[in-house]
């Protein structure tokens, strides 16, 4: 199936240090969202994005949504070693009834304490 | 609010039996659930919609005889995968959409973990 892609696949950085990973597509998207999995559990929610150019922050992270609805990314300033986790983002696509959501293929985040 | 549950957790079972996966709305009512399933390291692949009352619409490549979805309410959707072999070992995540809310955000269960011998 589709999937959009992620870079960097992984990083390792110091806590701290602020991060920055993107998500691009070839297909356009009406809203992009940004999850954080956890081992073994779901995916949680940690921004949505509705308009082109919404630039939208939620404590530490912020995130924007390419103008030319093909692209997102994701900032997290002064990293801490809960950050560590895999960075998902999705595109969601369909019509009113018919929505769902196209999966990134992942950041994977590590911390040096 | 807007939780998601699944039970089991992890099931272990036997290559040729069927497994059922259980998704539960606790605080809303979704008309549409949809399932998911990961692969060590790998992003979630949508594998199919589940809308109550009717009809699962599965994604291209998906077994819709393999994997049976039934959603007989509105906090209630099933996953049966039948005759399991161990390559049908992997994370299946649910999720759901509030029917109060923008039909947009969907949210995700923890995932039970499959693993077929």
């Known amino acids: 199936g589709q999937q959009l892609n992620q870079s960097p696949q992984s990083m390792f950085i110091q806590e701290g240090e602020d991060v920055s990973m993107n998500c691009t597509s070839s297909?356009?998207?009406?809203?992009w969202l940004w999850y954080k999995q956890d081992p073994g559990e779901g995916p949680v929610l940690l921004i949505a994005l509705y308009k082109a150019g919404e630039l939208t922050s939620n404590g530490r992270l912020t995130a924007q949504f390419g103008i030319t609805r093909k692209d997102s990314f994701l900032n997290i300033s002064a990293s801490i070693p809960s950050d560590v986790g895999i960075y998902f983002c999705?595109?969601?696509?369909?019509?009113?009834?018919?929505?769902?959501?196209?999966f990134g293929t992942g950041t994977r985040l590590k911390v040096l304490a | 609010g807007a939780v998601v549950s699944q039970h089991p957790s992890r099931v272990i079972c036997k290559s040729g039996t069927s497994v059922k996966i259980e998704c539960r709305s606790l605080?809303?009512?979704?008309?549409?659930m949809f399932w998911y399933r990961q692969f060590p390291k790998q992003s979630l692949m949508l594998m199919a919609t589940s809308n109550e009352g009717s009809k699962a619409t599965y994604e291209q490549g998906v077994e819709k005889d393999k994997f049976l979805i039934n959603h007989a309410s509105l906090t209630l959707s099933t996953l049966t995968v039948t005759s399991a072999h161990p390559e049908d070992s992997s994370f299946y995540i649910c999720?759901?959409?509030?029917?109060?809310?923008?039909?947009?955000?969907?949210?995700f269960g923890p995932g039970t973990r499959l693993t077929v011998l």
């Open positions: 605080d809303f009512q979704a008309t549409t």
């Open positions: 297909s356009i998207f009406n809203t």
């Open positions: 999705a595109g969601q696509k369909g019509t009113s009834g018919t929505y769902k959501y196209i």
């Open positions: 999720s759901a959409r509030d029917v109060a809310g923008t039909g947009i955000e969907q949210f």
